[in-house]
């Protein structure tokens, strides 16, 4: 046996030089974590600063923050097509030459430029169409009144392509487009100059103009990158020890799946301050797996149909159902298989767009608040997304504009 006989001051010492290291890393660990919080309520104040922060309001949903971003398609998935730098070709089918002459004057053209747009214009003689092709210098210079009086006229005509698939920026986002687009600040001005107004958005349709102008090819793709950016939401779901976890259960479980929805909310309100979680992990699979992704550009020939409303129809499907691609059968499926509410919609419930005759132009899922899941389009340039309701109803406003404004409509499934 061996006795150790040690003063008071060598057993202080000998105590800090064994605890020390756990405290220094308790400490570390401490001030990580609180290094951690401080940044991320940095982030946080400065996106509600700059009014891209929102909170939604309260629900059975729990408490969410909104962050909105802008997502644009992955570079591998962005083309420069011949057609892109094709030189601008108008089609006016069924006008007449003093017709045309007089849409030119409605556009606040002088008589020299009604008479250059004249000198350029010939007749197709199978269709006896009057075929324009202004110069890229000309459609530069025109006014935002003359674009948008012609472009509305094109736009009617499937001959042109540009003005009828137009690329559409929300104003109040337009700074938010052009943020580290890398782009020149000159073609920046010079897309802001080609800008019309169509109902509450602003419309671009003269990329075959800019593209020929730009002699990087890095620079055309970020062109093309930039004009199909899309809005969209981060949502995050706050959960601390006052949340009402059965709530949040009942409304994010729908679907027979609070089984997994619930052990999740739980532990977020037995972390310490409680977490945040991002709400794709509380969507059903099928949207979880497609939330901020785009279609591939050269997938299946069933691809090109897979719109709002298969994506809407096949929300808690897993597999999707490709019936739903056929816009009839959709169509139907709904008028069958779902009815009208008023109030109170949830999780999975379908928001329809339509036109003052009850048109259905699009086709969401409701998530929360004013808060939907949506496809705005079948083409691989729109992603999934988490939107509010106003900016998707704003977007296609634009192209339903003579008809009138645009109402919304909530719809649930019947009960099987």
Known sequence: MVHLHMTRRVYILLLLVLVAPWVLLAAAWTGRELLLRVEAARVSARAETDGRGTHAAPGPWGALECVRIAIEPPEEAVFVRPEDEAPPRWFFRGFAMEKLRELFASA??????????????????????????????????????????????????????AQRFSC??????????FEQSGLSPAIIADIRRMLYPYGNILLFSDTNVLLPRLTDAHEKIHLLKTLTRKNTLL?????????????????????????????????????????????THLLPRFARDRLYTFPYSSGPKIEASRDCHWTSLNFFNNPPDDRYADGAFAISTIRD????????????????????????????????????FTKNGPKAAHPWMLMRIEDVVELFEGAFQAEGPLHVLYY????E
Not at 412 to 415: E, G, V
């Open 108 to 161: 606040g053209l002088t008589l020299e430029q009604i008479s250059f747009l004249v000198a350029r214009t010939t007749v197709d003689p199978a269709t006896g169409t009057p075929v324009v092709s202004p110069t890229p210098e000309f459609v530069l210079e025109m006014t935002p009144t003359a674009r948008q009086t012609i472009y509305r006229v094109l736009a009617a005509f499937p001959e042109n392509p």
């Open 337 to 372: 298989g779902y009815y009208a509410i008023s109030t109170g919609a949830h999780l999975g419930d379908l928001v329809l767009v339509l036109t003052p005759k009850d048109q259905l132009v699009h086709s969401a899922v409701y998530v929360a608040d004013d808060i939907v």
């Open 235 to 279: 949502v995050d779901l706050q959960v601390n020890a006052a949340s009402n976890i059965d709530e949040l259960t009942e409304y994010w479980g729908v679907g027979g799946r609070s089984k997994d929805i619930r052990p999740l909310l739980e532990s977020l309100r037995r972390t310490p301050g409680g977490a945040s979680l991002d709400i």
């Open 168 to 177: 559409a920026l929300q104003p109040k986002y337009l700074e938010e487009r």
């Open 412 to 415: 649930r499934k019947r009960a």
